[in-house]
Nanobody, 122 residues
Framework: QVQLVESGGGLVQAGGSLRLSCAAS????????MAWFRQAPGKEREFVAA????????YYADSVKGRFTISRDNAKNTVYLQMNSLKPEDTAVYYC???????????????WGQGTQVTVSS
């Protein structure tokens, strides 16, 4: 069982930066693939980024490549999403997810956080 708690969301102007954190409970955090998804009003939840259990590989949606960076600290049971050059279209609720074998599809992830709101003003 894994419990996830996101933090770090907020209101930022276009071009600004935010760093999201996701703190996980459970001793087996380091064995899980972690991911960030986001969901804007009226839209489906979409993949943002994922990272393997060791942190050696990261995967990104085309819309955030070069602007967002996912990382993890297994000693702290935490995964991060550094978001730079934010755009109004990045506005959404951002969710942290965990699964032993998850990819880029939301249905592949077993554990989810409650979400944190990110709002980018133009």
């Amino acid at each position: 069982q894994v419990q996830l708690v996101e933090s770090g969301g907020g209101l930022v102007q276009a071009g600004g930066s935010l760093r999201l954190s996701c703190a996980a409970s459970g001793r087996t955090f380091s064995s899980y693939r972690m991911a960030w998804f986001r969901q804007a009003p009226g839209k489906e939840r979409e993949f943002v980024a994922a990272i393997t259990w060791s942190g050696a590989r990261q995967y990104y949606a085309d819309s955030v490549k070069g602007r967002f960076t996912i990382s993890r600290d297994n000693a702290k049971n935490t995964v991060y999403l550094q978001m730079n050059s934010l755009k109004p279209e990045d506005t959404a609720v951002y969710y942290c997810a965990a699964d032993s074998r998850g990819g880029s599809v939301a249905l592949e992830y077993e554990y989810w956080g409650q979400g944190t709101q990110v709002t980018v003003s133009s």
